[in-house]
């Protein structure tokens, strides 16, 4: 089955420094990666995603890119700010409908 | 986006009694699924709600201690059986039509 590795587990930064987030997936076959945002408390919330067709797709200050031949793919979040701090959840998935696999998170703390 | 609710939002419950979970989504979905998350880990899939057929379950989660319920394409049930301390977590539904999936604002469990 997939595995997802996600890195680093806890990043900490300054406010409207850049911060990155890493994923590498197992399955040649997922074509789909979701990256979820999880405030203490709340639900995932889908902050951006990303198809095995595109390379890039960004969204205001979020970005993702996805080298299909490294199997890896990574969040940028540019210009952070305080209310960026969160937990973040990369995943795959390997056809529309089906289950995600979960990266084991990372908590983004973002210093004012 | 599906919006997805969930009843109850928090319950303790006895060892040895069983809890139903309920998930509504706000709009007719192909797939939802059943996920559990242990504070300040991932989410770990339980299962697949199929409608009209059976749920698919994950290495390490049985029917007979998670039976899962999908009467229509809005609704599942999840009901935690024969509780012990060690189900004690936060339980989420969460739906798809094609691609995104949207979680319910979870259930958190506690067993004593």
């Known amino acids: 089955g997939e595995n997802v590795e996600q890195h680093p587990s806890t990043l900490s930064v300054q406010e409207g420094d850049s911060a990155v987030i890493k994923c590498t997936y197992s399955?040649?076959?997922?074509?789909?990666f979701p990256w979820y945002k999880q405030e203490l408390g709340k639900r995932p919330q889908l902050i951006i995603d990303?198809?095995?067709?595109?390379g890039e797709k960004k969204d205001q200050r979020i970005a993702v890119t996805l080298n299909k031949t490294a199997k890896h793919f990574s969040l940028h979040i540019t210009e952070t700010q305080p209310e960026d701090s969160a937990v973040y959840f990369c995943?795959?998935?390997?056809?529309?409908?089906?289950?995600?696999?979960f990266g084991g998170g990372t908590r983004l703390m973002v210093k004012p | 986006s599906a919006v997805i609710s969930q009843k109850p939002s928090r319950d303790i419950c006895q060892r040895g009694t069983s809890l139903t979970i309920q998930c509504q989504v706000d709009?007719?979905?192909?797939?939802m699924f059943w996920y559990r998350q242990q504070p300040g880990q991932s989410l770990t899939l339980i299962a697949t709600?199929?409608?009209?057929?059976?749920?698919?379950?994950e290495s390490g989660f049985v029917i007979d201690k998670f039976p899962i319920s999908r009467p229509n394409l809005t609704f599942s049930t999840l009901t935690v059986s024969n509780m012990s301390p060690e189900d004690s977590s936060i339980y989420l539904c969460?739906?798809?039509?094609?691609?995104?999936?949207?979680f319910g604002p979870g259930t958190r469990l506690t067993v004593t």
């Open positions: 995943a795959a998935m390997w056809n529309a409908g089906n289950m995600l696999t």
């Open positions: 399955d040649s076959a997922s074509n789909y």
């Open positions: 990303i198809r095995s067709n595109v």
């Open positions: 969460s739906a798809t039509g094609h691609y995104e999936q949207y």
């Open positions: 709600a199929n409608q009209g057929s059976e749920a698919t379950y």
């Open positions: 709009s007719q979905v192909t797939m």
